[in-house]
């Protein structure tokens, strides 16, 4: 008899019945969530008209009870690089779960972490170690951690508006009050703007810092640094033995076009790198931070220092075989390619708009991480509604835009920050020309709407109300 035949049968195996248990309670998904969850997330979706059942996904679609498809346009903000359930991810973890492998043991080295990590440095020439944890906030304080232990000093400064998650340590380095506010106290900070290197320089004189964290391609408002900002303040931080850390957990793994973002700039090298998101192939959470051997030794310094910084789940099986998956996916299905032409077509698509919606002022970004800006109108009769608008919150116009996206023409997008009239796109890097023309077609039609003062309108004098009776 085998170990296997011989194993007593777990208690209560049989009692458990997943589908039947969706089956039987699915349908409260909202009231659960109200009930032991975050109460003001069911209320939010309900007062935008986003409180939908969704029953199943694929790809960049997914579809509700009634056989709807939805576009989706925003990738679980960014997880979802391959799209959901990749055929070669899933097979992948069916593989990992079957293998039943001694995972996790903590005293012994399994070969999966340290195949992704090879692969991983493959895409990084100039990088040699990683650690891996569980997400990207988890990347960030990593890097934070590292970068303070290598320099010895204890201040990191951050650009303005920036987010690179929200654990105290990545709070500490975000750069939207709204955060922050009921928090601290946090880290020593310093916040200072994006492309701006006379700030940069006069705070690296002060001696303290340890590392600039940037985003090459800010989330919030999808703002991109300035051509030569960031290999000029590498050269700066180096000078001033302090680190540049890039914080690619959004942008990375070919979102904008390249591997990393900071790519797009030759000489760029930056000391520590963090990635997540789309690492996980959409199953399970992963982040990693990526550095100089010379760093993690100063970390490591000793058998002494060996767990100095660990994650109890860091490097599973399971997230390091859809990690290794999805780098598979990529360089088969050729991905990177797809974002590059995929991105152009749908911003160039996009930017033609601008002469035809005074309410359109910019579409800018790289890849598919497009950022869709509004601005004040010209004539008259638009711009007395605009003010009421602003007035009442400003961001509500992008609001406006994104509800009937969804309610009329079944794509999910977001506003890319609060206080912004701006629309972030970052769609699972596996769309097409077919998925471009669906959105311009939807996306055209709502401004046209708003253009002839028709339901987004209505519409906003809702969100107006709501926003006044908020304060």
């Known amino acids: 008899m085998t170990t296997a035949e011989s194993a007593p049968e777990s208690p209560g195996t049989k009692g458990f019945d997943l589908g039947a248990l969706l089956a039987e309670r699915g349908a409260e998904r909202y009231e659960l969530h109200t009930r032991y969850l975050n109460h003001q997330l069911p209320r939010m979706l309900r007062t935008i008209g986003f409180d939908k059942v969704y029953v199943r996904a694929e790809g960049a679609h997914f579809w509700d009870a009634d056989g709807n498809d939805y576009l989706d346009m925003l990738a679980g903000f960014g997880v979802m690089g391959l799209g959901r359930h990749h055929p070669v991810v ?22 999966l972490p340290g195949l992704l990590a090879e692969k991983l440095l493959a895409h990084s020439p100039h990088l ?29 400064l951050h650009c303005e ?42 705070e690296l004189r002060k001696g303290d810092v340890a590392a600039l964290i940037v985003e090459p391609v800010q989330g919030k408002g999808v703002h991109e640094a300035p051509p030569g900002y960031l290999r000029a303040a590498q050269e700066l931080l180096h000078r001033h033995k302090a680190l540049l850390i890039a914080d690619e ?24 790198v963090c990635v997540a998101k789309a690492l996980s192939g959409g199953y399970v959470p992963v982040g990693a931070t990526i550095g100089r051997d010379w760093i993690f030794k100063k970390v490591y310094s000793s058998m002494d220092r060996v767990l100095v910084h660990s994650a109890s789940f860091g490097a599973n099986a399971q997230a390091m075989a859809a990690g290794l998956a999805v780098l598979s996916v990529m360089e088969d299905e050729q991905i990177v390619a797809n974002v590059r032409t995929t991105g152009e077509l749908l911003r160039t698509r ?11 002022s910019d579409v800018r970004g790289r890849g598919l991480m497009i ?34 996206l969804l309610q009329r023409h079944r794509i999910l997008t977001q506003v890319s920050g609060d206080h912004m009239e701006v629309i972030k796109l970052i769609p699972p890097l596996v769309i ?26 209505e519409f906003g004098r809702t969100l107006v109300k709501q926003a006044v009776a908020g304060r």
């Open 90 to 111: 899933r097979k992948a973890l069916h593989d990992v779960l079957d293998a039943s492998l001694a995972d996790l043991t903590r005293f012994d080295c399994q070969p």
């Open 128 to 156: 040699d170690r990683v650690f891996f944890g569980n997400s990207g906030t988890e990347a960030v304080e990593g890097a934070l951690k590292f970068a303070r232990c290598a320099t010895g000093r204890p201040r990191v």
């Open 161 to 202: 508006h920036a987010f690179h998650g929200l654990t105290t340590g990545s709070l500490s380095v975000n750069g939207e009050s709204g955060f922050r506010d009921g928090f601290a106290p946090l880290l020593p900070d310093t916040a200072v703007p994006l492309g701006d290197l006379d700030a940069l320089e006069r």
């Open 249 to 272: 957990v959004q942008t990375g793994l070919g979102r904008t076009g390249d591997f990393y973002a900071f790519q797009h700039e030759e000489g760029v090298e930056p000391d520590l």
């Open 350 to 360: 996009l930017a033609a708009l601008t002469d035809r919606y005074e309410l359109l």
């Open 371 to 404: 950022g869709i800006e509004f601005g004040r109108p010209r004539s008259l009769k638009l711009r007395s509604r605009w003010t009421v608008l602003q007035a009442a919150r400003k961001g509500l116009f992008a609001q406006m835009v994104v509800v009937p």
């Open 432 to 457: 097409g020309e077919r998925d471009v023309d669906r959105f311009v077609s939807a996306f055209s039609a709502v401004m046209d709407d708003a253009h002839d003062g028709g339901l987004v309108w």
